[in-house]
């Protein structure tokens, strides 16, 4: 039943929009009706420039437009709009910050920034955290769902979210921002970029800080307020060595300090939890083009590492609740990441590229925890546990070809193998086929592949719970879909029917207290998609996603039940209008239905009710140099919570103000 409503509702979609937009007699594969555009070019999806109706690989993209006219503060809130997108935040701005794509755990999904992998490896589930992300000097980003392993390895069992820095061009360019807004908010940040002779040039340094408000939700009667301080850096630099050949290095820092709380919900406060975060990652690569283009070459070294700090001491506030049995606490993570990777691109005439590669990851992580109950409780006064510095490593090889044919039908199929110090080899394979029918302007396509995610240090080594047994984390996704483009109006409409399962998930078993692998999962569902830009003054986003996330681990009471705090259904609406060659005005609907979350105090399942949030921006630019900008989140001033017992913001105000000099 749930399959034939599914395709009910992709063949209605598609019909209604043929009716809606009268498509033109034949579309031409021509400059003249916009085909082969810039912002028609997509690279995550095969690791090689490809115009967009090549591919059949499910991709996003949210471009420098869309990223200027939001006037959003984080990517977190950029990625919450997105189709296929569910998402939680621990609390406000500063907390953990989650994105599942599909329905998927969110340590399924790699993110890249700048051909860096940035999932935590000090973090037990190697996930990445969106809280500390700004926008500030991001070009654009990718957003590719399905089982991605045969290109990117492990992590992208479920998907791939590409970041991407801006490139510096043309004369010097220098730009100021300063904001305030609701929670004593505010934000100032300086950008640099362009370019001199062979050498580009793009930089940021930024600092954000709120007083916030409770992470533990206040309608549960906590008043003490979470605040935090982000500090940023990033910078790109290119030198061009020669007409076939440059090298580019890429760098980030972060550091950040966010109060938290312990517990969700009523009691929840604690005036005394601590979180600190420093992240640095850097990057150094070059390309090499051989043989008049023929032969394209990227090799790349990177470094990523993470440490993060938590403390809490509530012996030393006025504060005495049932729930602190550990009265003082002190946690240490440091994760490091090594990656050396090399590309090879082979253009095989007009209808075919040959992309065959090589990376090899170490990680390296160590954790250090110590908990002392100062008062008479039931539980064991003091707590110490310790990783020493522990590390493995992989080393995986991988090949594409993509081939086109009559520039009507497309495919790429890779296979890939890995091999991991731990647990020995693993296969992965992926076949993209799509085929275009000019006449209509309207492309079918398909993909199957599978993924895989190798056990974290903490799962393999930890003295409490860690195996180092463990075998990786799997997935096999496939997708169907149809799309529609209307060329003279800029609009392009899709529907895409997916399904995956993830075997081998990381459990607990209860005998020996190990990691073991026992855990699956299913998720499918369908996607809706349209995009249009009519006019020169005005854009249009919509999507909707209807997903089916459940839980089939077996010998488990959680059986066939929903996934936790995954929306069965999800429309995303973005609308933008240049009212004036000055004035933009953006507006934004996420709407979600209801979820199933868990009372950690009872360990029962409870229902998060569905909600909707309208936001509003606007810039006017008083001087070509000068704009003001206005932002304003949560316009209906919804009461909802993403995790059980943790708060949102309600109706935010932010405005400021942006000088830039050419």
Known sequence: MYKTNSFLILFLFMFSLQSIFPQESEIQKTDSTGFYRLNDVVVTATKTPTHYFEIANSISVIDSKQIQNSNSDNIFDLLKNEVGITYTQQGGNGTLSNINIRGANSSYTLVLIDGMEMNLTSDPGGVFDFSGLPVDNIDRIEILRGPQSTLYGSDAMAGVVNIITKTGSGSPKFSLLTEGGSYNTYKAQ???????????????????????????????????????????????????????????????????????????????????????????????????????????????????????????????????YPFYYNDYSTALYDGRKYKLDWQNDFYLGKTNILTAGFDYETDQSSSDYYALNYSEKPFAPEIISILPKEEASIYGIYIQHQFNWNNAFFISAGLRTDHHNKFGSQFTYRISPAFMLWETGTKIKTSIGTGFKAPSLFYLYDPAFGNENLKPEKSFGWDLGIEQFLFSSKTSAGATFFYNSFSEMFGFDFITFKTININKAITKGIELFLSSEPTNWFRLKLNYTMLDARDLSPNSSNYDTNLLRRAKHKVGVLANFDITEKVNLNSELIWLTRRDDIDFNTYERVELKGYALLNVAAHYDIFNFLRLNVRVENLLDTKYQEVLGYGTAGLSVYGGIRLLID
Do not use: C, H
Request: charged content about 25%; cysteine-free.
């Open 190 to 320: 300086f950008g640099l970029n362009g370019e001199i002779q062979k050498l580009n040039y793009s930089l940021s340094v930024s600092r954000t800080g709120s007083d916030g408000f409770s992470v533990a939700d206040k309608d549960s009667g906590n008043t003490e307020k979470d605040g935090y301080t982000f500090n940023n850096l990033s910078a790109l630099l290119g030198y061009k060595l020669s007409e076939n050949s440059r090298i580019n290095f890429y760098s980030r820092f972060i550091k950040s300090d966010m109060d938290n709380d312990r517990f969700g919900g009523r009691f929840g406060d604690d005036p005394t939890y601590i979180t600190k975060q420093e992240g640095l990652s850097v990057r150094i690569e070059g390309k090499v083009k051989s043989f008049d283009g023929l032969w394209d070459q990227k090799i790349g070294l990177s470094f990523v590492r993470n440490v993060r700090k938590n403390s809490f001491d509530t012996s030393a506030a006025s504060i005495n």
